[in-house]
């Protein structure tokens, strides 16, 4: 079983739909959890991290963690064109001597069509 | 906003050539780490730092070695660069509190061929 695991894509919406990724992890240590974007040719840029259950909101992006399932996603509001992208999920157990590494998740491709 | 700066946007090199990616990081964080980005294959970590001339191995440190004499500073070298080496090398780092993982901050990459 791979440590962290996104839904499948491609994920395709119309534009002002609510996307809804999502990713489970293995490792029932992780402290951390963290969506970053990822335009073709670019390197990841954070978008939003999460440390406790429940949801975090900030703009058009909610990310929801519920750690007794292992489970973590990312909604994105009134979804936009310049919203497609890869989107990973990165999860961290900052304990003992994982000196802070993250895994990644493979990401899913995500096109908001207009 | 931390900035991970990495020396090159694009490299070419030649086989058999010994190859080095800078990168600077001016947030005086503690760890920082090296990965390769290949379609289908993700992320794979190659090596990582948790202190000045501390280096740890990731996923996939063949072929390549690290250096970090100074805090700011993660250097990666390839020993003797090969077509399979040809990828996008991705610079991170990152800081630990109290609460766990904080400032993970990826470079802007480098997209290094070899020919």
């Known amino acids: 079983q791979k440590e962290v695991e996104q839904n499948s894509g491609p994920l395709s919406v119309p534009e002002g739909a609510i996307a809804s990724l999502n990713c489970t992890y293995s490792?029932?240590?992780?402290?951390?959890f963290f969506w970053y974007r990822q335009y073709s040719g670019k390197s990841p840029e954070l978008i939003m991290s999460i440390y406790s259950n429940g949801d975090k909101e900030d703009g058009r992006f909610t990310a929801q963690l519920n750690k007794a399932s292992q489970y973590v996603s990312l909604l994105i509001r009134d979804s936009q064109p310049s919203d497609s992208a890869t989107y990973l999920c990165?999860?961290?157990?900052?304990?003992?001597?994982?000196?802070?590494?993250?895994?990644f998740g493979q990401g899913t491709i995500l096109t908001v069509h207009p | 906003d931390v900035k991970v700066t990495q020396s090159s946007r694009y490299l070419v090199k030649r086989t058999g050539e010994k190859v080095f990616l800078e990168c600077v990081q001016d947030?005086?964080?503690?760890?920082m780490f090296w990965y390769r980005q290949d379609p289908g294959l993700g992320l794979r970590l190659i090596y990582f730092?948790?202190?000045?001339?501390?280096?740890e191995k990731g996923d996939i440190p063949e072929g390549y070695s690290v250096s970090r004499e100074k805090k700011e500073r993660f250097s990666l070298i390839l020993e003797s660069a090969s077509t399979n080496q040809t990828s996008m090398y991705l610079c991170a780092s990152s800081w630990v509190g109290r609460q766990g993982l904080r400032g993970y901050t990826f470079g802007s990459g480098t997209r290094l061929t070899v020919v």
């Open positions: 490792d029932r240590g992780s402290q951390s």
């Open positions: 947030m005086d964080h503690e760890n």
């Open positions: 990165a999860v961290a157990n900052a304990g003992g001597t994982s000196y802070g590494k993250l895994t």
């Open positions: 730092s948790y202190d000045v001339k501390m280096k």
